[in-house]
């Protein structure tokens, strides 16, 4: 493998020197080559450089014709564009005699035609005022109306709440009326049915009691061995028990109606249309400011419409009367520049050389 390796690098070296001697043959090959096409290169451009000088003088020759040729045509141009110059003069002072005649004229025409629209200005500044003056008239009657007409209708809410007012007064005291003659009926009918409790029952106990103890007496007289004494002691200790046990009985249904009655005091201290009443009045109130808030805020936009219009239209009118102002000084410096700009064509054109104006082929 060592030899086999030492092999292919020699070889490799050997192909490597081959390429190497190959390519120096090349480029000297290639360098001989370029050398001869230098020398072609130089012999072409003599050549050319031979034919270059020989047209370079052809063509000075015919410059030189051409030259002759031009200064002839020269002349005759300037002696033509002399004739030519005279005769433009000449129109040219001929229109500068109309052109002051036209310009008096338009100046007269200008005046007149001012004149006019100022009268027609004037005309539509009066009608516009006119029209001003009736809008404005139209427009404080109809607010008046509008202002009237509100009155009415909030006199006629007054009216219509005054005797919405009355029929809740009305109302109310007859609801307080009939609550009066119901918690009267009540209470008649509480006090009678604790009259009748304080009254119906005490005879029913002491009936009860007296055969309760009439049985036990009975009883104790055929069972007790103690005899008639014994008997009356213990009548009357029952007796004594009895009446204590009614008492307490009569406290606490006394008790039991007071606290009753004094409920029923407080139910009818307290009427529950008194509230509804007073809910409606603060709707009523409370309807009333947004009706006002309503009617305030209508006002205030028609009143900020109403001017912004007159500002518009005194923005107009004073617009108009700046520019008829501004008119005729205007027109005057528009003039004067027409003037002077005519003077500085005429002057320049006068300064003017005669025979500037060649035309481009001619010109060297």
């Not at 009066?126 to 109306?145: C, F, G, Y």
């Not at 003659?181 to 009540?186: C, E, P």
């Not at 108009?320 to 700009?341: C, K, M, N, P, Q």
Request: glycine fraction near 4%.
């Amino acid at each position: 493998a060592r030899q086999r390796r030492k092999m292919q690098e020699r070889s490799a070296a050997e192909v490597q020197a081959i390429e190497n001697q190959r390519a120096q043959q090349l480029a000297r090959k290639r360098d001989e080559q370029v050398a001869k096409r230098d020398q072609l290169l130089v012999k072409a451009a003599r050549s050319i450089g031979e034919q270059v000088a020989q047209v370079k003088e052809g063509e000075r020759a015919i410059q030189v014709t051409r030259r002759e040729q031009k200064d002839e045509i020269i002349a005759a141009l300037w002696q033509e564009k002399r004739e030519h110059r005279k005769e433009k003069d000449n129109k040219r002072d001929n229109f500068e005699q109309l052109e002051e005649i036209r310009d008096r004229v338009n100046r007269e025409k200008d005046t007149r035609r001012a004149r006019e629209e100022k009268v027609r200005w004037s005309q539509m500044r009066t009608m516009e005022e006119q029209e001003k003056e009736a809008t404005l008239k139209r427009r404080l009657i109809a607010h008046r109306e509008y202002l009237l007409q509100w009155k009415i209708e909030a006199s006629n809410r007054a009216v219509v709440g005054r005797d919405q007012e009355k029929r809740r007064a009305r109302r109310e005291k007859c609801i307080q009326e009939r609550e009066d003659i119901r918690l009267r009926k009540f209470r008649e009918s509480q006090f009678l049915d604790t009259m009748r409790s304080r009254t119906s029952p005490l005879h029913g106990e002491d009936g009860e009691a007296d055969g309760e103890g009439g049985d036990m007496t009975a009883a104790e007289k055929t069972q007790l061995p103690g005899g008639k004494a014994d008997d009356g002691a213990f009548q009357k200790t029952y007796e004594q028990q009895e009446r204590h046990r009614r008492h307490l009985e009569r406290e606490a249904r006394r008790k039991q109606d007071e606290a009753k009655q004094g409920k029923v005091a407080q139910l009818g201290a307290k009427n529950p249309n008194v509230g509804e009443a007073l809910k409606a009045r603060e709707q009523k109130l409370q309807l009333e400011k947004k009706q006002q808030k309503i009617e305030a805020a209508r006002l205030a936009r028609e009143l900020a419409q109403e001017k912004a219009q007159k500002a518009a239209h005194e923005k107009t009118a004073n617009r108009v009367e700046t520019w008829e102002h501004l008119e005729d000084s205007r027109r005057a410096r528009s003039a004067e520049r027409d003037r002077r700009r005519t003077e500085a064509v005429i002057k320049h054109t006068r300064s003017i050389p005669i025979g500037m104006a060649l035309p481009a082929a001619l010109v060297y």
